[in-house]
């Protein structure tokens, strides 16, 4: 058997653990709320996309109308009448926008605009239901009108994150203390978590790894790579909340977005943690 | 009956075959059976042929401005995917950073952040991110979920 020994390692130069106490080191949540809906789109986004759309319409083949609509039928009849038709081509006259190219009723020379006839249906028949007009749900909900950062409703199309007031130290993600009988920190994360908030929440933990570490010195935020004695270390876990809700009693907490965490916590602590933050 | 026949002039008897544009002679393809017909339908539609659009005939001008308009995309999308990567290695030495501390603290946090989670799966409560959000946007009632 081969045995292989980490002559490099610098590990092996450190005190080892015993000597660090267990109330030295906290366990940290990121909770996550994903996103609901879709991200908005910029303006350059949203003028790219329409090109390109344009581009694929005009360049599309022509719609095969004899085969979705039975020559003859009353179908096709009332999906003729709801075109517009283009200018066939009459000998002798002249046509401004070019002479027309025509095949299979449609223009050749620009996109093929299929009008989909409206049905028309009594109030009262059970038809008038599948033929209403779609409207759909507003993607600015009530949250976000009252700006109730308390809410799980509000920017939908953003990540949020959660973070609660410290008396102490600020606005910063919820962090638990380690207990001999709870000590795993994925375990205490979601435990300290759940007696905050309430047992009605749902989660779904990313990893046991932590994500990152925070290292306080006498309640000071100091460099993750710093290595003195009695640092206080956070250990931090991701998680995704599925569904249910945070509700503490007594504590200030809030679901933010990256930019709006920029402007509560403070500096310190938003460069220790920036790159958790999701951008979209 | 003969002589008659042969006194009506030999272009009339190809006019009646012609009412108003209207044909009313059969023509002279050999007619197919439906199953037939249907199967020649299903290939036009396939088939391109007659469905093509124009080609795109763009002037010079348009030319650079559809190269334009690209190279702005690209170079959108180039931004975009290396924010994306920096903010991914800035996160992943982080987990490196977090697990190496870890193991000088406390060997035991360590072993067990370490173990391999068999069989977790990705939660199908997460919904992917769609256009225009449900009726019910937040499901607050939560099912037990304790083991």
């Known amino acids: ?280 | 009956m003969n002589t008659i026949n042969s006194k009506i002039p030999k272009f009339q008897s190809s006019i009646i075959q012609q009412i108003r544009g209207i044909r009313t002679k059969k023509s002279r393809v050999a007619t197919v059976s439906t199953g037939t017909q249907r199967v020649i339908t299903q290939l036009s539609v396939i088939s391109g042929r007659k469905k093509y659009p124009r080609l795109l005939k763009l002037s010079n001008e348009d030319r650079i401005r559809h190269e334009t308009i690209n190279k702005a995309w690209s170079l959108y999308q180039k931004d975009l995917r290396n924010e994306r990567n920096e903010q991914l290695e800035l996160q992943y030495n982080s987990i490196l950073n977090a697990l190496n501390d870890l193991k000088q603290v406390d060997i035991e946090l360590f072993k067990v952040a370490n173990k391999k989670e068999k069989g977790k799966r990705f939660p199908i409560d997460l919904r992917i991110p769609v256009d225009f959000p449900a009726n019910k946007v937040w499901h607050y009632e939560v099912k037990s979920n304790k083991k």
Request: aromatic fraction near 10%.
């Open chain 1, 1 to 280: 058997m081969i045995v292989l020994k980490r002559c490099l390692s610098t590990a092996s130069n450190v005190k080892s653990s015993s000597q660090i106490p267990l109330n030295s080191i906290k366990s940290a949540l990121l909770l996550v709320r994903q996103p609901i809906v879709t991200p908005d789109l910029t303006k350059f986004e949203e003028v790219y996309y329409n090109y390109q759309e344009e581009l694929e319409r005009r360049l599309m083949w022509t719609f095969p109308q004899y085969y979705y609509f039975k020559k003859g039928s009353l179908s096709e009849r009332r999906f003729v009448k709801a075109q517009k038709g283009p200018v066939s081509k009459q000998p002798g006259v002249f046509f401004q926008k070019g002479i027309p190219d025509i095949v299979h009723n449609r223009e050749r020379r620009s996109k093929q605009e299929i009008i989909i006839p409206k049905e028309e249906y009594d109030e009262s028949s059970s038809m008038s239901d599948f033929n209403r007009p779609v409207v759909p749900n507003s993607r600015i909900t009530e949250a976000d009108k009252t700006n109730n950062v308390k809410s799980l409703e509000r920017k939908l199309p953003r990540t949020l994150h959660l973070l609660i007031k410290d008396e102490k130290l600020g606005w910063k993600l919820p962090s638990f203390e380690l207990s001999e009988k709870d000590k795993l920190l994925h375990r205490n994360a979601e435990a300290g978590m759940r007696n905050l908030g309430g047992e009605s929440i749902n989660t779904w933990t990313v990893s046991r790894k932590p994500t990152a570490v925070l290292k306080y010195l006498s309640n000071k935020l100091v460099d993750s790579k710093e290595n003195s004695e009695g640092l206080v270390r956070e250990f931090i876990i991701k998680s995704h909340i599925l569904s249910g809700e945070f509700s503490p009693k007594d504590i200030e907490y809030a679901w933010l977005t990256k930019e709006e965490i920029k402007d509560k916590v403070s500096k310190e602590y938003y460069e220790a943690t920036e790159f958790l933050f999701s951008r979209v």
